[in-house]
């Protein structure tokens, strides 16, 4: 399984999405495989956005997937991006978004 922050350089949101998303693992330790790691990835431009499926910074992908379901056959973008929590907007995909991803991929590894 790989698991991957995307950003942009000095993207505001980037620490605490990484460190939302290290946490998730850390929580889910028992069920997912062993020995794996959370990276952070620099988006560098638009050409690279469109080869990543890069939807805004920060982006979680999960073994090269973007985490949000509903936004998947949305253009890449180089941009901000928010997730929607509920009724409210967040700079950070939501913690069961999250723990979602990973565990429909831990699953998948393990069939």
Known sequence: MTIRVLCFADCPNAAAALQLVQ????DLAPT????????LHEVRDLKEAQKQGFLG???????GVD??????????AFACRVYRDGARLSPTP??????????RAADRSRS
């Open 23 to 26: 946490s998730v693992v850390s």
């Open 32 to 39: 997912v495989p062993d020995g794996v790691a959370v990276d």
């Open 57 to 63: 910074s920060p982006s979680v992908h999960v073994d």
């Open 67 to 76: 985490i949000e379901v509903a936004r998947r056959g949305d253009p890449p």
């Open 94 to 103: 939501p913690r069961e978004m999250v723990a979602t991803a990973i565990r």
